[in-house]
């Protein structure tokens, strides 16, 4: 199913959903080092501080440049609204993109390799469940881009999960055709209508496969938001790398994603 957003109608609901800067004593974060491969990774947690019982968890997926402090700042704002949120490490502790062409590189690593890339969501999961503070039966997978990418990936997988949520991911699933039939979980994808990164082939594809398979999905696409809305850091980039920050695309996304987390996770 394809939603057109009307911003006006979610303006209200969204600025009550819009990030926080405040300190969090109310929550818990620390840096956690896990291993695959021969190899240790390191990854973000928070959660509440409070807790009476086992929570919903969300393991959330980095952009192509490396786990750094935006998807730190995101697992802060799902753990405000009472989910244990573990920011995940695709490439390696301490291997980070400095710049754009360092990012396509290590990506596209995992973008030709994606039995790499779903091994890799697999022990972050694992490791999540493993979690006492966390109810293993309710977790979903938030992607941002490149890890986007990925948390299609772990529907596609078949992974244990309840649900995924998608910012501006790529769309392009080598097994999409065979592996479609697998997905068993509610997918929610927030797309920009004027994104020139993903072609509108792959879109048309997913959408496609989806339908054909029975998906339950919903690919909410905001007009004129380009790739990376959800990306501040993209403030007076727009003509340089063809992004964008959106602000109204990027509450009404968050809004929508914590409102598919309530009716998943619960």
């Given at each position: 199913m394809q939603k057109i957003i009307s911003f006006a109608a979610l303006a209200a609901f969204s600025v009550a959903c819009s990030p926080k800067n405040e300190p969090a004593a109310h929550m818990i974060t620390e840096t956690i080092t896990y291993q695959q491969d021969g190899k240790d990774f390191e990854g973000f947690l928070a959660?509440?501080?409070?807790?009476?019982?086992?929570?919903?968890?969300?393991?959330?997926?980095?952009?192509?440049?490396?786990?750094?402090?935006?998807?730190?700042?995101r697992a802060k704002m799902l753990a405000e609204n009472g989910y244990v949120a573990l920011a995940m490490d695709m490439y390696g502790k301490g291997i980070r993109a400095k710049d754009h062409k360092e990012a396509?590189?290590?990506?596209?690593?995992?973008g030709k390799d994606r039995k790499l890339l779903r091994s890799r969501v697999q022990t972050a999961l694992n490791v999540l469940k493993s979690r006492p503070e966390v109810d293993a039966t309710r977790i979903a997978v938030v992607g941002?881009?490149?890890?986007?990418?990925?948390?299609?990936?772990?529907?596609?997988?078949?992974?244990?999960?309840?649900?995924?949520?998608?910012?501006?991911?790529?769309?392009?699933?080598p097994t999409l055709a065979t592996d479609a039939a697998s997905v068993k979980v509610p997918l929610s994808i927030h797309h920009g209508g004027a994104d020139k990164f993903v072609p509108e082939k792959d879109v048309k594809a997913l959408k496609a496969a989806f339908d054909k398979a029975k998906v339950r999905y919903e690919l909410v696409v905001y007009p004129e938001a380009t790739h990376g809305f959800t990306l501040k850091s993209n403030i007076g980039h727009e003509e340089h790398f063809g992004m964008k920050y959106d602000a109204k695309a990027d509450l009404a996304s968050w809004a929508s994603m914590l409102s598919f987390l309530r009716e998943n996770l619960k």
């Amino acid at each position: 199913m394809q939603k057109i957003i009307s911003f006006a109608a979610l303006a209200a609901f969204s600025v009550a959903c819009s990030p926080k800067n405040e300190p969090a004593a109310h929550m818990i974060t620390e840096t956690i080092t896990y291993q695959q491969d021969g190899k240790d990774f390191e990854g973000f947690l928070a959660l509440p501080k409070k807790k009476d019982k086992k929570l919903a968890a969300v393991l959330l997926i980095h952009d192509w440049t490396g786990l750094d402090e935006y998807e730190q700042m995101r697992a802060k704002m799902l753990a405000e609204n009472g989910y244990v949120a573990l920011a995940m490490d695709m490439y390696g502790k301490g291997i980070r993109a400095k710049d754009h062409k360092e990012a396509g590189e290590l990506s596209g690593t995992y973008g030709k390799d994606r039995k790499l890339l779903r091994s890799r969501v697999q022990t972050a999961l694992n490791v999540l469940k493993s979690r006492p503070e966390v109810d293993a039966t309710r977790i979903a997978v938030v992607g941002y881009c490149f890890g986007g990418m990925a948390a299609i990936e772990a529907a596609l997988m078949a992974a244990d999960i309840r649900g995924v949520v998608t910012f501006h991911a790529a769309l392009s699933f080598p097994t999409l055709a065979t592996d479609a039939a697998s997905v068993k979980v509610p997918l929610s994808i927030h797309h920009g209508g004027a994104d020139k990164f993903v072609p509108e082939k792959d879109v048309k594809a997913l959408k496609a496969a989806f339908d054909k398979a029975k998906v339950r999905y919903e690919l909410v696409v905001y007009p004129e938001a380009t790739h990376g809305f959800t990306l501040k850091s993209n403030i007076g980039h727009e003509e340089h790398f063809g992004m964008k920050y959106d602000a109204k695309a990027d509450l009404a996304s968050w809004a929508s994603m914590l409102s598919f987390l309530r009716e998943n996770l619960k």
